[in-house]
C-alpha cells in the first residue's frame, strides 16, 4: 500500500512539473520578448504549453481506468468499475484544457499581443 501512495504522489509531482514548466516557458519567454522587442518568443511559447498541457490531460486520462470490483459480479466473475477521479485530477484535467485553450490562442495571437503591450 506505501509503494502504490508513493507512486500516487510522485504522479502529481510531476504533474505540478509539468504546470509549472508551462508557466515557466510563458514567462521567460514573454521576458525575452519584451526586452529584446524583437522575435515571436512568446508566441512560440504558446506551442510549448499546448504540448505540455495535453501530456498532462493524457496522463489524467490514464490515471482513471477501470479496476475490477470484489463486490460487483457480472456472470460470476469480478465487473469492471470505473474507478473514482480524485479532487486533484479533475482540477488537472480543467489547468490542462485551460492550457491547451490558452496556449492555442498564444501560439495564434501572441505576436499581436506583444505589439499591443509594447506599444
Known amino acids: 500500500m506505501a509503494i502504490q501512495s508513493l507512486d500516487k504522489k510522485t504522479s502529481v509531482c510531476f504533474d505540478l512539473f509539468l504546470i509549472a514548466l508551462e508557466l515557466t516557458a510563458l514567462g521567460v519567454s514573454l521576458f525575452f520578448n519584451i526586452t529584446l522587442e524583437e522575435g515571436e518568443w512568446f508566441q512560440r511559447s504558446g506551442s510549448l504549453v499546448v504540448l505540455l ?66 506599444k
Open 53 to 118: 498541457s495535453v501530456i498532462l490531460e493524457i496522463r489524467q486520462s490514464l490515471a482513471k481506468q477501470p479496476q475490477a470490483s470484489p463486490d460487483v459480479f457480472v456472470n460470476g466473475k469480478p465487473s469492471l468499475v470505473d474507478a473514482e477521479t480524485p479532487t486533484v485530477r479533475k482540477l488537472f484535467h480543467w489547468i490542462a484544457w485551460t492550457g491547451i485553450v490558452i496556449g492555442t490562442l498564444i501560439w495564434g495571437y501572441g505576436d499581436i499581443f506583444i505589439d499591443l503591450l509594447i
